[in-house]
């Protein structure tokens, strides 16, 4: 077992660095350049968007999940054990420069992040109460590459409901235990039989479901680790400036404390930074494909905000939570065990169950949106009820089974795996990304004519496999459809005159 872990450390490690790291840094160059830095120009519109009214039904139904609803769908797979454990580990092994490299990835990855879900809302289709969409519909669609969509789709399954969904259960399961002090051979069991029932209840119910309680819980646990970190930053005041320095100093070589060199910072920083916020990885999309909103680019922006939200709010304040906390990384424990030691140091031994709480809440929700990726692309695969109920049980399974394995030998094969969904989502991304770009366009033309943006697929014609824009009640429900078709017709003469 220990040749098989060590082989995909080595074939991970590999991958990442000669393969995926090149093509994501390129990548998100060149759609930052192409779209006009899209990820910082349109800062305003990520929170405009982002409370939008979600269109409804002739029976004033809403059509889908809102907006903000889906954005805290992929905030709950974003944020999850990867800023805690994640940054954790990447400090541990790249020193405070693999931060600096996560903050820029965050930004460069940000107009990746726009571009695939902008795609995914493009080429959603419609489910029973909601939309569903993602790489794999995108590939299906714009590629015409159903056998690439269902490659994806494969990989993403293996990779987020089962294996990361076990991790996160697995560092629940662990916390608590470590938490309680002399713990009984039954806890981590016990744990895993109640992770598991909660799982089945909220699964079992469908993307409504999930989206209310990841609409609740996303907010709260946020909320109380920022708090919990600014309480720890704040006593440790005089350390602010220093670290700081060490961070932008310590990114561009030889890091004396941990031998770290740059190729192996910057390759940390990156990699546990995409774990964390999903960047350009192809999960996110599958979230964001589930809005029902006026025009595909404002879930694109919307996302890019999740990016920004993970990375630059919560993976930092667990950086800085480390960084002034322990001065002296020599040595230093990797992944959450580095985070937990911290606290307790700083605030004592009560801020360990306060974490246990908030990790609880963290690894949770990160499960239920885990879930929720599978779901749309076990549908992508075959729409069967019966093989929509196995997944759902495996799920369960799954997350029962993390809380008591070991957890070396799935991370470093969900480590691989996520490279190459990584590397398919991307390549699909950069030869579909003439058609974001068109949208992008489309949608800041619509805002300097002062008009709330709204799309149509006859808006790109040349365009085949768009299902849910071919008119105007696909787009807007019935209120004022009207005035929106007049809308339209101007923004399509405007275009035609610019031509």
């Given amino acids: 077992m220990d040749a098989v872990n060590e082989w995909l450390l080595t074939w991970g490690d590999n991958l990442w660095t000669w393969v995926v790291l090149p093509v994501v840094v390129l990548l998100g160059l060149y ?81 990746s992040s726009f571009i695939e879900s902008s795609l995914a809302q493009l080429f959603k289709v419609r489910d029973s109460d909601s939309f569903r969409g993602g790489p794999a519909y995108y590939m299906q669609r714009g590629l015409k590459a159903r056998w690439l969509g269902i490659w994806f789709a494969i990989i993403l399954i293996i990779c987020f409901p089962f294996a990361f969904s076990s991790l996160q259960a697995n560092t629940i399961s662990a916390t608590v235990t470590s938490s309680v002090g002399d713990s009984p051979a039954w806890l981590p069991w016990g744990i895993g039989v109640g992770i598991a029932a909660l799982t089945g209840l909220v699964v079992f119910g469908g993307v409504r479901r999930i989206a209310s309680v990841t609409q609740l819980l996303v907010p709260i646990m946020a909320l109380a680790y920022l708090l919990l970190g600014l309480v720890v930053v704040g006593l440790h005041v005089d350390r602010i400036g220093p670290v700081f320095v060490e961070i932008f100093t310590q990114a561009w070589g030889f890091n004396e404390v941990v031998g ?184 800041t033309d619509q805002r300097r004519a002062g008009r709330d943006p709204v799309f149509t697929r006859d808006i790109l014609p040349d365009i085949s496999g768009i299902e849910c824009w071919e008119d105007e009640l696909s787009v807007t429900g019935p209120i004022d459809l009207q005035t929106k078709r007049h809308q339209t017709e101007k923004h399509r003469d405007h275009l035609h005159h610019q031509d």
């Fill in 31 to 111: 759609f930052t350049i192409r779209s006009g830095v899209v990820q910082f120009r349109l800062i305003p519109e990520m929170f405009r968007t982002l409370t939008d009214k979600t269109p409804r039904t002739e029976s004033g139904e809403p059509q889908s999940v809102s907006a903000f609803q889906a954005f805290t769908i992929s905030a709950a797979s974003r944020v999850g054990v990867g800023n805690i454990a994640g940054v954790g580990t990447a400090i541990a092994v790249g020193g405070p420069g693999a931060v600096f490299w996560m903050w820029v990835m965050a930004f460069i990855g940000g107009a």
């Fill in 260 to 443: 770290a060199s740059l190729g192996y910072i910057i390759l940390t920083g990156v990699k546990r930074g995409m774990f964390s916020n999903e960047a350009g990885l192809g999960s996110a999309p599958n979230a964001g494909a589930s809005a029902a909103v006026t025009h595909p680019v404002k879930q694109g922006l919307v996302q890019t905000l999740g990016v920004y939200f993970d990375t630059f709010l919560v993976c930092s304040i667990t950086a800085f939570i480390i960084l002034v906390s322990v001065p002296d990384l020599a040595g230093a424990e990797r992944g959450i065990g580095l985070t937990q030691g911290a606290l307790v140091g700083t605030l004592g031994e009560w801020s360990n169950i306060a974490l246990s709480v908030i990790i609880f809440l963290l690894a949770f929700s990160s499960i239920l949106g885990n879930y929720y990726y599978g779901e749309s692309n076990i549908e992508f695969i075959t729409t069967r009820r019966s093989v929509l109920t196995g997944y759902r049980i495996l799920v369960v399974v799954a997350v029962l089974v993390g809380s008591v394995a070991g957890a070396d030998l799935v991370w470093n094969f969900a480590d691989g795996v996520m490279g190459l969904m990584a590397l398919t989502n991307l390549i699909a991304i950069g030869l579909l990304s003439g058609i974001a770009f068109r949208l992008l366009k489309n949608y």
